[in-house]
């Protein structure tokens, strides 16, 4: 079964600063990676997904996620972040053994002005 | 506009009654989820379905009962037995047989059991 883990629970950040959330998985043959986006109150969106093709994949909102194959790794990135993304960021895997993906425990993004 | 609707936003039960939280969707997709969100926990797989009259247990299924008699319905009920029912939950919709496409997720509905 697959794993994902985000290694930062939380992780505070300056307005307009760089940002990356971290997130690795466990090794599989084929593998399709997604990072969602949940508000307060509400349900998950999708930011971005990895099928195959070009590691670096582009979503809503400005940001951005890296495949590497070799370190089992999705991070998402984002150049310069708003108090609009205070959110938490959650990354999800799933592989042709299993039609369910499964998810990381989020990260919280906190965006201070 | 397709999507899903989860409803009531907001629920409040005494302890030993059952409730159902109501998921409708207009995506015509055949797989249903329901999971649990507690703070620090991430989300957590209640229950799934992968067509119309049949459906299968996920991780944390005990207290927790669902039907999907309907494509577009799968509500969930909490019973007397879940024993610590006070939650976020979320119902997810997606394609059949393609793990390469997103979930869907509802708005959520918040549980409250005092």
């Known amino acids: 079964a697959q794993s994902v883990t985000q290694l930062d629970s939380q992780v505070p950040v300056f307005e307009e600063a760089p940002v990356e959330l971290r997130c690795n998985y466990s090794s599989s043959v084929s593998v399709y990676l997604f990072w969602y986006v949940q508000y307060p109150n509400q349900g998950l969106q999708l930011l971005l997904k990895?099928?195959?093709?070009?590691?670096l994949v582009k979503g809503i909102n400005g940001f951005e996620a890296e495949f590497n194959k070799s370190q089992t790794s999705f991070h998402l990135r984002k150049p310069s972040v708003h108090i609009s993304d205070t959110a938490e960021y959650f990354c999800?895997?799933?592989?042709?053994?299993?039609?369910?993906?499964?998810f990381g425990r989020g990260t919280s993004l906190i965006v201070h002005p | 506009d397709g999507g899903i609707t989860q409803s009531p936003k907001y629920l409040f039960r005494k302890e030993g009654q059952n409730v159902t939280l109501s998921c409708e969707q207009n995506?015509?997709?055949?797989?249903m989820y329901w999971y649990r969100q507690d703070p620090g926990q991430g989300l957590r797989l209640i229950y799934y379905s992968q067509i119309v009259n049949d459906f299968q247990k996920g991780d944390i299924a005990e207290g927790y009962s669902v039907s999907r008699e309907k494509k577009e319905s799968f509500p969930l009920t909490v019973t007397s037995a879940q024993k610590n029912p006070t939650a976020f939950y979320l119902c997810a919709s997606g394609q059949q047989g393609t793990p390469n496409s997103p979930l869907h997720f509802g708005n959520g509905t918040r549980l409250t059991v005092t």
């Open positions: 990895y099928l195959s093709g070009s590691t």
């Open positions: 999800a895997v799933s592989d042709l053994g299993s039609y369910i993906p499964t």
């Open positions: 995506l015509n997709h055949d797989a």
